[in-house]
């Protein structure tokens, strides 16, 4: 583990554009399950409960779910606070050397951390927007009003329209500044830093790929705690593991080489 760390730190302390993908991985270490690992959301929760689809055919019943869901505990993204690997990325930005964030996440956690230049590739579960106008609002203040029996499905407060968490559904389509954002990181990254993601669902598995297919290809580091689904044909160093030791031991020893590069 200790080559790799250097390794990996050796690529990230050369690279001149580097980026990072994060996922549900990253997170787990605040509280927050991810999707599929052992005690992850599928266990709970239906994943069809997040299809556009269901949503619409019965709004209230979603957000009644979503209550049900924070008041349990297992998925209370307003309590959560970021962890050591959450910090670690945003020390990499502030030292120059991770460009972009670009976040599977629908937490918050890395904003929250300091870092700057996040992309939302799936938006993020803090905001809630009318499905017409696009107003958005604390999610906060929408769960009062289902909580309080003063609304049972939720309406936009301009336009009267229907109102959902700002997270991309199954079955909704990519925010387009999102995406094109990622796409023009893709062409010019030089290193991809890969963290806690099983890059099973797409277009955001596209990233690793993309980056792998064009010429010259990025190095693709990856930190998890079971390879990825895509680690044989995307991933140049392997770490696996937890991602808060990880991250953090990875950005302590990208500090050091860049303090020595600077002697
Ligand atoms: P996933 O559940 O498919 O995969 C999680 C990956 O992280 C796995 O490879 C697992 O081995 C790894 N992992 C888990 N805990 C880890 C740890 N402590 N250290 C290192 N690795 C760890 O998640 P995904 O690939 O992000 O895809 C699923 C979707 O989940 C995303 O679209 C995302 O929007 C959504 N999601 C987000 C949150 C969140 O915002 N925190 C939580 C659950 C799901």
Same mark, same amino acid.
């Given at each position: ?21 994060? *996922? ?6 605040? *509280? ?14 239906? &994943? ?13 019943? /979603?957000? #009644?779910?979503?209550?049900?869901? %924070? ?60 499905? %017409? ?9 929408? =769960? ?5 029996? =003063? ?5 936009? #407060? ?11 559904? /199954?079955?909704?389509?990519?925010? &387009? ?30 990233? &690793?790929?993309?980056? %792998?297919?064009?010429?010259? &290809? ?13 680690? %044989? ?31």
């Amino acid at each position: 583990m200790h080559d790799r760390i250097e390794q990996a730190a050796d690529l990230l302390a050369r690279s001149r554009n580097a980026i990072a993908l994060t *996922g549900a991985g990253i997170s787990t270490e605040s *509280g927050i399950p991810d999707f599929r690992s052992p005690g992850g959301l599928w266990e709970i929760i239906d &994943p069809g409960e997040f299809s556009i689809d269901r949503f619409l055919q019965n709004p209230g019943r /979603f957000w #009644r779910i979503h209550l049900d869901l %924070k008041a349990s505990g297992h998925f209370d993204l307003a309590s959560a606070q970021p962890n050591p690997a959450h910090y670690a990325l945003a020390r990499m930005e502030q030292l120059g050397v991770i460009k972009t964030v670009i976040t599977q996440n629908v937490d918050n956690l890395h904003q929250k951390a300091g870092s700057i230049e996040v992309v939302e590739f799936h938006g993020n579960l803090l905001r809630a927007t009318c499905i %017409k106008c696009r107003a958005l609002e604390p999610i906060g203040d929408v =769960e009062a009003r289902v909580a309080t029996g =003063e609304e049972g499905t939720p309406r936009c #407060r301009k336009c009267g329209g229907l109102v959902k968490p700002d997270a991309v559904f /199954f079955g909704e389509a990519i925010p &387009p500044k999102a995406l094109s954002v990622s796409h023009v990181q893709s062409q010019r990254t030089d290193v991809l830093l890969v963290v806690g993601t099983s890059l099973q669902v797409y277009p955001a598995a596209q990233i &690793p790929l993309s980056v %792998k297919l064009r010429y010259p &290809p990025a190095q693709v580091i990856e930190i998890n705690r079971e390879p990825s689904a895509l680690h %044989k044909q995307v991933t140049d160093v392997l770490l696996l593991g937890s991602a808060g030791e990880i991250v953090q031991r990875l950005a302590e020893t990208v500090e050091e080489r860049i303090a020595a590069m600077a002697c």
